[in-house]
């Protein structure tokens, strides 16, 4: 059982939007802003997509967004398309020392 | 742009020690806190432990009392080391490339190690 708890799955037709949720505690994603995201398509290591709570690495597009309400953080891919097609992963530095991740949610373009 | 490759056998008996080498290109060994990641098949991801250039470790509470990290300079290589494996260690593991405020800039392509 994970930490974190994410949906496991999610779906949105090309140019829709969808938002991913990720719930934590007051301990973890509540208490800090070192919530970060990550993408993995099968068969690959997971990609980097936003971190300390709403910064895009460099070639990350800005259709990627996140956002935090209390102990629930929040992604949100805008603009979807077929390349979206992807494992989503949350993670957040948790007050012991200690980095927890979500479940993963599956994003499916319709 | 850094690179990480990790290296190590991708078969372990169980109740062995699993040992896993992650070998770094490309950057500073001073700018990252050097991490271990696994992801067992079909499933989430778990962190294991970091080290930091200075040598400063860190482990995941519910793995501590069987993981060690460590780290050469010289080869540009930090490894992992996990004692008393089962079938529940059977996983991808990834080495990583960790920021200070705790995200993941770099990440390897993985190995697949299977405790059986």
């Known amino acids: 059982q994970s930490a974190l708890t994410q949906p496991p799955s999610a779906s949105g037709s090309p140019g829709q939007s969808v938002t991913i949720s990720c719930t934590g505690t007051?301990?973890?994603?509540?208490?800090?802003?070192?919530v970060s995201w990550y993408q993995q398509h099968p068969g690959k290591a997971p990609k980097l997509m936003i971190h300390?709570?709403?910064e895009r690495p460099s070639g990350v597009p800005d259709r990627f967004s996140a956002s935090k309400s209390g102990n629930t953080a929040s992604l949100t891919v805008s603009g979807l398309q077929a390349d979206d097609e992807a494992d989503y992963y949350c993670?957040?530095?948790?007050?012991?020392?200690?980095?927890?991740f979500g479940g993963g949610t599956k994003l499916t373009v319709l | 742009q850094v690179q990480l490759q990790e290296s190590g056998p991708g078969l372990v008996m169980p109740s062995e020690t699993l040992s896993l080498t992650c070998t770094i290109s490309?950057?500073?060994?001073?700018?990252?806190?050097w991490t271990w990641i696994r992801q067992p098949p079909g499933k989430g991801l778990e962190y294991i432990a970091y080290?930091?250039?200075?040598?400063?470790?860190n482990y995941n509470p519910s793995l501590e009392s069987r993981v060690t990290i460590s780290l050469d300079t010289s080869k540009n290589q930090f490894s992992l080391t996990l004692s008393s494996v089962t079938a529940a260690d059977t996983a991808i593991y990834y080495c990583?490339?960790?920021?200070?405020?705790?995200?993941?800039?770099?990440w390897g392509q993985g190995t697949l190690v299977t405790v059986s």
């Open positions: 990583a490339g960790l920021r200070a405020t705790w995200w993941l800039e770099y």
């Open positions: 490309g950057g500073s060994f001073s700018s990252h806190y």
């Open positions: 080290i930091y250039h200075s040598g400063r470790t």
């Open positions: 007051s301990s973890d994603v509540g208490g800090y802003n070192s």
């Open positions: 300390d709570f709403n």
């Open positions: 993670s957040a530095y948790s007050g012991t020392n200690n980095l927890v």
